[in-house]
């Protein structure tokens, strides 16, 4: 069961924007506990697709790659998240982590309200470093690591 109507200004966008776009976009801005990240609401109610999240990149390319990200998926051109691909950012692979549902509270909250609960599949897009690493490789430069932290576990096979 989803939200069918808003209880103030906030709320109600978010229903508007998923009822017009199919989705929303929220926007979280870095503090002392992290980085900025950005995540979708409605992919799952809309579409059958998984929702999305990034961390570590500016509100508007972030907002774009999300929106790359559920265009894909919708197509079928990504299919496999336990795979990288090339179709989120130009010449560079991004990998997918599966977010768990423990970190659902501390991460998407207003997911979590328009659900009313945690029934929906969250998945961390990853992008690479300049030279082409991921967070769990060990060549990996620390700054990198702290811009976009894990939410689940690293995948094996990538």
């Given at each position: 069961m989803v939200r069918q109507a808003g209880e103030d200004a906030?709320?109600?966008?978010?229903?508007?924007?998923?009822?017009?776009?199919?989705?929303?976009?929220?926007?979280?801005?870095?503090?002392e506990e992290g980085p900025g990240y950005a995540f979708t609401i409605g992919a799952?109610?809309?579409?059958?697709?998984?929702?999305f999240l990034?961390?570590?990149?500016?509100?508007?390319?972030?907002?774009?790659?999300?929106?790359?990200?559920?265009?894909?998926?919708?197509?079928?051109?990504?299919?496999?998240?336990?795979t990288t691909t090339d179709v989120l950012l130009e010449g560079h692979q991004c990998a997918f982590v599966r977010v768990p549902v423990e970190q659902y509270r501390d991460y998407v909250g207003y997911a979590r309200w328009y659900y009313q609960g945690d029934d929906f599949t969250l998945y961390q897009i990853v992008w690479p470093?300049?030279?082409?690493?991921?967070?769990?490789?060990?060549?990996?430069?620390?700054?990198?690591?702290?811009?976009?932290p894990l939410l689940g576990p690293a995948p094996l096979a990538i």
């Open positions: 906030s709320e109600q966008k978010v229903i508007d924007d998923i009822a017009t776009h199919g989705w929303h976009g929220v926007h979280i801005g870095a503090d799952c109610h809309s579409f059958g697709q998984p929702e990034i961390m570590g990149l500016p509100h508007s390319m972030a907002h774009r790659i999300l929106d790359l990200a559920l265009d894909a998926a919708r197509s079928g051109a990504i299919t496999d998240f336990t470093s300049r030279d082409g690493h991921f967070p769990w490789q060990a060549q990996a430069s620390a700054q990198y690591v702290e811009s976009q």
